[in-house]
């Protein structure tokens, strides 16, 4: 298993969670993003930077995957690419992405973008805060235990 990370908009906090995890389990942890992003010094973490453009990130991230992987992404379209793949894909707010799940979630971001072109205002996603974080990690802590 190897843990994949839609860096971009991925929130710091969930990242230092991340390194963490992957300083405590040994599981290699790859950052990426189109922007250089710094990394702590460990033989367990690292960070790819992509050439700029829509969707690199994404599109490196799925060429890599394998199945068992696991992709941390907000992003629905890359989750279900990822899920295609036999891979896991968690949102930074603790959403665990399964087959079972990730057809309505597209379903439901291809309603809401099709409302925001129709000029209905949709608003956008709650702040992020402590209880996103403490869902994401408990998430996140349940996937590792269950690879151990």
């Not at 906090?13 to 189109?34: H, P, Y």
């Not at 279900?80 to 959403?95: S, T």
Request: charged share 25%; glycine share 8%; with cysteine.
């Amino acid at each position: 298993m190897r843990i994949w990370v839609d860096a971009d908009a991925c929130p710091r906090v969930i990242k230092e969670i991340l390194f963490r995890a992957a300083d405590r389990t040994g599981i290699a942890t790859t950052l990426v993003a189109n922007q250089l992003i710094s990394v702590p010094p460990s033989p367990h973490i690292r960070a790819i930077q992509v050439p700029s453009g829509f969707d690199v990130a994404d599109g490196y991230i799925v060429q890599q995957v394998q199945a068992g992987d696991l992709v941390i992404t907000a992003d629905i379209p890359l989750a279900a690419l990822v899920v295609e793949k036999g891979g896991r894909a968690l949102d930074p707010r603790g959403e665990l992405h399964t087959a079972a799940t990730i057809r309505e979630r597209l379903s439901m971001r291809d309603f809401m973008e099709n409302l925001r072109n129709s000029g209905v205002e949709t608003g956008g996603p709650a702040a992020f805060g402590q209880a996103e974080r403490q869902a994401f990690a408990k998430v996140l802590d349940k996937l590792l235990a269950a690879k151990r």
